[in-house]
């Protein structure tokens, strides 16, 4: 259901279509609530095959995506379990283990070592400086153990794939080889996510036909300050055909329902997470995309990944993100870009473009071009493939010098 399932995911399934085997250790699927999904269950090992994916699911201590202590536990636990199950999976060429944060991670490390193979550790947010940036820890001694195990996974990897040019800079500034270090972005699948034409069933349902329908979609956490949406749509009440869409969950999303009933907005609709199978006529029934994060210099290195998918949608982009992100965005001509945390600039941008479809339409049009021409989930998929396999011929090629295609 999130973002980094799904990389690895759209990796991997194209992996076996040209011709590699893959095996993916993971756990029972629980994101974000913490409750185990119906026809799965929390066991110790269980099996299954996916378009050609060999799936391994080990146990892990479940808990919702809150709460720094509980999830520690849950990462530990998987570390734990994924060495395991990688242990009674067949043999393996390569180890690639993907991190959100470094517990995950090491599990790459130490299978690794017990298997005598190579070490890719993918990099999707630089740790602990997330959690930092968010005030998810503030003890000095925990954060100092924690960049501790961040210097000792990118010496003992024997390639890095961080997923924007900004962490790989921050990753030669820690003194990291820039021949260790290969920068795979994040894409999208072009198949799933192309433009749908018409008024959907949806939008009858929801109430928003006919309206202009700005769209969050995806985590309601600490780093995205989605009240700035509320106070954008405060300003905008007297708008009746502007509507603010909110679909997705987090740790934040409770309490940011509660905000909305207290200030009774009622251009504000708020829906849980829903199926990939209905997004794409939720971005059909959308005009225009959020794309929020706090204001923080930590959070200019990243790229959310939900940029890719409305560019994909031909979707314009009001993009509260400084940095690459918004370096992306103008490259592209696909968005307006504003100050994070600035409900006054957004407003301004959603009544200035709720007032002119043609550069609504324009926009889109040149976000869908450029993510067609860079972002390709295929062609990403493969350059990882390409440095997968450098590593495994025990090669320095440099990032530029890597070929695209698998063979």
């Not at 808990?63 to 990688?86: D, H, P, Q």
């Not at 794939?161 to 030669?172: E, G, I, N, R």
């Not at 592209?332 to 609504?360: F, K």
Request: net charge neutral.
């Amino acid at each position: 259901m999130n973002a980094p399932a799904t990389r690895t995911y759209e990796h991997c399934r194209q992996w076996v279509k040209d011709g590699h085997q893959v095996t993916v250790v993971t756990c029972a699927p629980n994101h974000p609530q913490g409750r185990v999904y119906e026809g799965y269950r929390n066991r110790l090992y269980q099996q299954e095959t996916r378009d050609g994916i060999n799936v391994i699911r080990v146990w892990t201590f479940v808990t919702a995506n809150e709460g720094f202590f509980k999830r520690t536990l849950n990462y530990v636990s998987y570390m734990c379990s994924a060495v395991i199950g990688s242990l009674l999976s067949s043999k393996a060429d390569i180890v690639l283990s993907t991190s959100p944060q470094f517990f995950n991670g090491l599990a790459g490390y130490i299978v690794s070592r017990l298997m005598r193979i190579p070490w890719v550790l993918e990099i999707r947010d630089l740790w602990p400086e997330s959690i930092v940036a968010v005030g998810a820890i503030r003890n000095p001694s925990v954060i100092k153990l924690l960049e501790w195990v961040e210097r000792f996974a990118y010496q003992k990897a024997d390639r890095i794939v961080p997923v924007t040019d900004s962490f790989k800079t921050y990753m030669l500034n820690k003194g990291i080889e820039a021949s260790k270090i290969a920068v795979v972005k994040n894409g999208v699948d072009l198949d799933q996510y192309t433009p749908l034409d018409g008024v959907n069933s949806l939008a009858e349902d929801l109430g928003v036909r006919g309206k202009f329908v700005v769209s969050y979609f995806g985590t309601h956490g600490m780093a995205h300050h989605l009240e700035t949406i509320f106070q954008a749509a405060r300003r905008l009440s007297h708008s009746k055909n502007i509507v603010f869409l909110m679909v997705g969950d987090g740790a934040e999303r409770q309490a940011l329902v509660q905000m909305r009933d207290k200030m009774a907005l009622d251009n504000v609709m708020m829906l849980d997470q829903q199926p990939k199978s209905r997004m794409r006529e939720l971005w059909a029934l959308s005009n225009v995309s959020l794309v929020l994060l706090k204001k923080s210099d930590l959070f200019k290195t990243v790229i959310p990944s939900k940029i890719f998918e409305s560019l994909a949608m031909a979707k314009p982009i009001i993009l509260g993100v400084e940095g690459e992100s918004a370096e992306l965005i103008q490259a592209a001509q696909a968005g307006i870009c504003i100050q994070p945390e600035q409900a006054d600039e957004l407003a301004a941008c959603v009544l200035e473009l709720s007032e002119n479809p043609e550069l609504c339409r324009q926009l889109g049009k040149n976000g869908r071009k450029y993510v067609i021409e860079h972002f390709d989930r295929t062609v990403l998929a493969r350059k990882l493939t390409s440095v997968i396999e450098t590593v495994g011929l025990g090669s320095s090629l440099q990032e530029d010098e890597m070929p695209i295609s698998v063979r």
